[in-house]
């Protein structure tokens, strides 16, 4: 009877060890905003259970300063363009590199406030003027007791707005305009000797990459491991918008500028999706291998499937364990997520 007692008290004590953080997630806005030029909303986050939380600063949660798709927007007409920006990011690294700049910790009953200027991220000329449902991303990661990273979803609300005015940044057309969007050969900014024969060898192999998966989803018509691995059970539509993503992107690779001066750590690359042939590299890919899981040439062709041009793919998921279960969990997403399009270049280990 004391062995039970003793298990049951320890089993106790381990449920209330392993709590799931309590979060809250607050966003406040102007109700009525004319031009989206004057579109600024802030996000809170507060930390409501009884211990301290370490939170990652993902670039696609509120708690980044990051131009991502983190909020969701809606009228009765439908929902404005996102323009900001697809990053290609790895949770894991940024665990790994033991960079306390990656987080943010907040004691029980802290909060994280950031104001977020939606100018340029989001385009409602489609949409039109009118009110708007507004909530934000409340999906955050934390790093849990065995040092981990585990998810927890912020208790949130929906928001309203009226938006009229210019609904399109000006400020965003300018900046498009200075980017450049022309397809052209390739080209490099702001890269060393070094990095520019970094770019040449994942170029070639991305080149490789996108030729491979074509000639291999040309002679499949049901599904195989491979496939299935990272888009899902088969179905002729989703195999066929598969497909055209990476006819698309073909030889995009090579007539594409390379901007070399992002400096983010844990961060590979990022775009803004309606500015095809411009790619900004970042710390994590100078440190990536060439080819095989999460490498520069893989990642290369992740930024590529984000260009609306070739696709427009999302960042619904990050890394090997998460696009896999996307793929079993909701193909649909997983044939919308720029990493399942990478590791299905990369197929490492190799799947047939």
């Known amino acids: 009877m004391r062995v039970l007692i003793a298990s049951t008290v320890v089993s106790t004590l381990h449920v209330v060890l392993a709590v799931v953080p309590s979060l809250r997630l607050i ?9 989206v030029d004057n579109l600024f909303v802030k996000t809170t986050v507060t930390n409501t259970g009884l211990d301290s939380v370490k939170l990652l600063k993902n670039p696609s949660s509120v708690l980044s300063d990051w131009q991502t798709n983190s909020f969701s927007i809606k009228s009765s007409l439908g929902a404005p363009f996102f323009t900001g920006i697809r990053v290609k990011y790895s949770p894991e690294l940024a665990l790994k590199s033991g960079d306390e700049s990656n987080f943010i910790t907040l004691a029980a009953g802290e909060s994280f406030e950031l104001t977020h200027s939606l100018a340029g991220v989001y385009n409602f000329t489609g949409s039109g003027a009118g009110e708007y449902s507004f909530s934000a991303n ?6 849990d007791e065995s040092g981990q990273l585990a998810i927890v979803r912020a208790e949130t609300a929906t928001n309203k707005l009226s938006l009229s005015g210019s609904l399109v940044s000006l400020r965003h057309m300018q900046n498009f305009s200075r980017r ?9 900014k702001g890269c060393s000797s070094g990095q520019f024969l970094l770019i040449n060898t994942a170029i070639r192999s991305a080149n490789e990459y996108i030729a491979s998966a074509i000639t291999y989803l040309d002679g499949i018509s049901m599904g195989t491991a491979r496939y299935t691995e990272w888009f899902g059970a088969f179905d002729p539509t989703r195999f066929d918008r598969v497909k055209s993503h990476f006819k698309k992107i073909g030889a995009d690779a090579s007539s594409t500028i390379y901007d ?19 790619v900004y590299l970042c710390d994590a890919f100078w440190v990536a291998p060439e ?5 520069r040439a893989g990642t290369i062709v992740h930024e590529q499937s984000h260009f609306v041009v070739n696709g427009g793919t999302n960042d619904h998921v990050y890394g090997l364990m998460s696009a896999h279960a996307l793929a079993v969990s909701d193909p649909d997403q997983a044939i919308d ?15 047939s």
């Open 138 to 143: 409340n999906v955050f990661q934390y790093v």
């Open 291 to 295: 080819t095989g899981t999460n490498s």
């Open 27 to 35: 966003v406040t806005g102007p109700s009525n905003v004319t031009d």
């Open 337 to 351: 997520n720029a990493d399942n399009h990478e590791y299905f270049v990369e197929n490492n280990p190799i799947l």
């Open 180 to 188: 450049g969007i022309a397809r052209r050969d390739v080209g490099y």
């Open 260 to 278: 070399c001066g992002c400096k983010k750590p844990a961060v590979y690359a990022y775009v803004y999706q309606d500015s095809p042939g411009y």
